[in-house]
């Protein structure tokens, strides 16, 4: 649940930035040379074990996660709503009070977004495959999205000693973590995905690590996106809690455009 909900923000940041900016690269850290790696699968199971265990990743059903999403160098701030639930069903909220409210989901066959500055959207090609791809819930079966991983190296990130690994999904575009060399926790994703504007690449930095039902999950995320730095703060986080009733349904302009497909 929590390693597609890291994803998921860096699509919540995406699609800001998509929709106000132009798509740019961020800065890679540079690389430091390791003598010895160990394997990326050994990795993977570590940091699913540091943030709780499988047993405890199995007991989750959905995920409710609220806060804000800030844009400080465009004086931009919003509040974020993030709804998620077995099997592959997501939702995600973000309403500014100038911009108006972005909204994109996926209920298990469409991928969807909408916005007051581009109108109602359904993603198609890599857009939905990446979208089907961060809404799958059990996240911690990493095997079920992820044809490779591979350790590349180690980088040091934030002060940290990191093993930079890189996944390659079965359908779309390879993302690069960096695990915490001590500790096993994720401390930076890097991702690209192709949306209307072109490619963009997030850049997430993931800190104050909490735990919540059993489960260390980040409250604090900064995205680089677009150019733009964007701070992702949250308030709660709750697993297994109640989900409003429809929360997954495309809305009725989504529905709308259907039709006429």
Known sequence: MFLSRNRTF??????????ILNAQESPKAAAVA???LPKAETLMEKYIE???????YAKQRTAVAKGTMEITAMGLKGAMTLYRAEPNLSY????FPSLGK???GFDGKVAWAFSAMQGPQIKEGDEKISAAREAHFHSENWKEIYKQVQTLGVETVEGKVCFKVELTPHQGSPTTNFYDQ?????IKSVSTVKTAMGEITAELLLSDYRKVDGLLAPFKIVT????QVILITLDSMAANAPIPEGAFEPPAEIKALLVKK
């Not at 860096?10 to 929709?19: E, G, K, N, P, T």
């Not at 540091?50 to 405890?56: D, E, L, V």
């Not at 680089?224 to 150019?227: L, N, P, Q, R, V």
């Open 34 to 36: 390791a003598p010895q």
């Open 182 to 186: 001590t500790s096993g926790l994720l």
């Open 10 to 19: 860096a699509l919540a940041a995406i699609m800001a930035a998509s929709v």
């Open 224 to 227: 680089t996106a677009a150019g």
């Open 92 to 95: 995600t909220e973000i309403d």
């Open 102 to 104: 972005m909204k994109e």
């Open 50 to 56: 540091a943030t709780g265990g499988r047993a405890i």
